[in-house]
């Protein structure tokens, strides 16, 4: 069964730091290139940050960039998103995404809530 589980998520002050994770399993998560994809209250989903397969390259959408560090471990099968000097606009449901390189197939994960406020 494929999976992709997110964890990390909570409540936290504006400026502060979280770590999202994100698991997979049930296919060969080092062949696939994931993203994070964020929607808030209200709003559509926003592309956040995407990495390749092989980790060699990343990029960020302008809102997020020099704040979100994309990072993987294919080793643990696993996509992490550092977000620091959090926002009161970054409150969302983050979602990873993975995306095979060969058949395009796509696998979301069920999200979990980043809530910034004081």
């Given at each position: 069964?494929?999976?992709?589980?997110?964890?990390?998520?909570?409540?936290?002050?504006?400026?502060?730091?979280?770590?999202?994770?994100?698991?997979?399993?049930?296919?060969?998560?080092?062949?696939?290139?994931?993203?994070?994809?964020?929607?808030?209250?209200?709003?559509?989903?926003?592309?956040?940050?995407?990495?390749?397969?092989?980790?060699?390259?990343?990029n960020y959408a302008d809102?997020?960039?020099?704040?979100?560090?994309?990072?993987?471990?294919?080793?643990?099968?696993?996509?992490?998103?550092?977000?620091?000097?959090?926002?009161?606009?970054?409150?969302?449901?983050y979602y990873c995404s993975?995306?095979?390189?060969?058949?395009?197939?796509?696998?979301?994960g069920q999200g979990t809530?980043?809530?910034?406020?004081?």
């Amino acid at each position: 069964e494929v999976q992709l589980v997110e964890s990390g998520g909570g409540l936290v002050q504006p400026g502060g730091s979280l770590r999202l994770s994100c698991a997979a399993s049930g296919f060969t998560f080092r062949n696939y290139d994931v993203t994070w994809v964020r929607q808030a209250p209200g709003k559509g989903p926003e592309w956040v940050s995407g990495i390749a397969a092989g980790g060699g390259y990343t990029n960020y959408a302008d809102s997020v960039k020099g704040r979100f560090t994309i990072s993987r471990d294919n080793a643990k099968n696993t996509l992490y998103l550092q977000m620091n000097s959090l926002q009161p606009e970054d409150t969302a449901v983050y979602y990873c995404s993975a995306t095979s390189r060969s058949t395009l197939e796509r696998f979301w994960g069920q999200g979990t809530l980043v809530t910034v406020s004081s």
